[in-house]
């Protein structure tokens, strides 16, 4: 497996989907299509690598879990799929109701191994996706469909561009993304490591582009997660595996704050939601101690000119 940082993240995130959906008896986050991306070496190995940490996580829960079943699913269920697929429920709840209302064209910035083109039913004829990521993520992922036999779907556009160096506008103008039409982006995992300027000016960029009406929708973290006294044992875990492979955690919002810092880049915050918002509209009534994360919020923004 010696891929990109920006494929083994992908991976990974594609497993925990796989994984939620087969394992759960009442899923917050349908994804059927997410096993069928990974080879058997990839799932064995991503396997061990979780079930293997639960001694970092929690070092009772090492000890006292007799299998392996049952030590990766402790970690799963704990450490990485609430936040994963709840966000992700979030951002296709949110694209239904945008479709609804009239918007054609979806971007997810920082695709990944996305499965939602294999995934879509009954969406409109004129309904676009623009799937934007690294060349080399998306090189990855194209030669696995091809590899797997998957036919991709005629309205998915693979939109190539290194965010270091390239403008993601311009490569969307070039690939029919129409500037008359309004649009629903998504930037899930990923604001956490950018340097807040850096996101700041991703937002003006959508905002220059999108119709007036289009949406933004992402996850951030709140300043509480790096305050030593305040963040929650997960979160310091989770600062601390990032920052050992080269990308750390760095940026955070007011969540009161959230419009007042978004105001120079041509958004309005439509919904912002903390984590009990998100607990109660995904995880109430369950009975796999599956919860939201401490500090992590959803945002859906609307360009506004």
């Known amino acids: 497996m ?32 997410a096993n069928s991306l990974l080879l058997d070496e990839e799932k064995q190995l991503i396997a061990a690598n979780w079930a293997n940490a639960i001694h970092f996580f929690d070092q009772e829960k090492g000890e006292t879990l007799p299998t392996f079943a049952e030590k990766l699913e402790w970690v ?25 209302r009239g918007v054609r064209q979806y971007v997810i910035l920082g695709a990944g191994l996305d499965t939602f083109a294999f995934r879509q039913e009954n969406l409109p004829h004129d309904f676009t996706i623009f799937e934007v990521d690294h060349p080399a993520t998306q090189a990855f992922k194209r030669n696995r469909l091809n590899e797997l036999g998957m036919d991709i779907p005629a309205n998915l556009k693979f939109v190539p561009v290194d965010f270091t160096t390239d403008s993601f506008v ?31 000016r991703l937002l003006s960029a959508v905002s ?12 951030y973290l709140d300043h509480s997660a790096f305050d030593e006294k305040t963040a929650a044992r997960k979160m310091t875990q989770m600062r601390q595996i990032t920052a050992s492979t080269g990308e750390p955690i760095i940026t955070s919002f007011d969540s009161f704050e ?41 945002a859906h923004l609307a360009v506004h000119k």
Do not use: W
Not at 9 to 18: E, M, Y
Not at 85 to 99: F, K, N, T
Not at 209 to 216: D, K, R, T
């Open 76 to 100: 799963m269920n704990n450490q990485t799929i609430p936040q994963l697929v709840s966000r992700s429920r979030y951002a296709e709840d949110g694209l239904m109701q945008a479709i609804n």
């Open 170 to 200: 311009a490569e969307l103008k070039k690939d029919s993304y129409d500037e008359q039409k309004q649009s629903y982006f998504s930037l899930l995992g990923v604001v956490m490591y950018l340097e807040k300027r850096d996101f700041l």
């Open 2 to 33: 010696e891929k990109n940082k920006g494929s083994l993240t992908a991976l990974v995130s594609c497993f925990a989907r796989g994984y939620h959906t087969s394992k759960s008896q009442k899923p917050i986050f349908q994804d059927p299509v």
């Open 208 to 219: 220059n582009l999108a119709v007036a009406g289009s949406s933004f929708v992402f996850d």
């Open 258 to 298: 959230l419009d007042q810092e978004l105001q120079d880049c041509g958004m309005l915050v439509y919904e912002n939601l903390a984590p009990a918002n998100i607990e109660e509209m995904y995880f109430s009534d369950r009975q796999d101690d599956l919860h939201a994360f401490d500090h992590f919020h959803f």
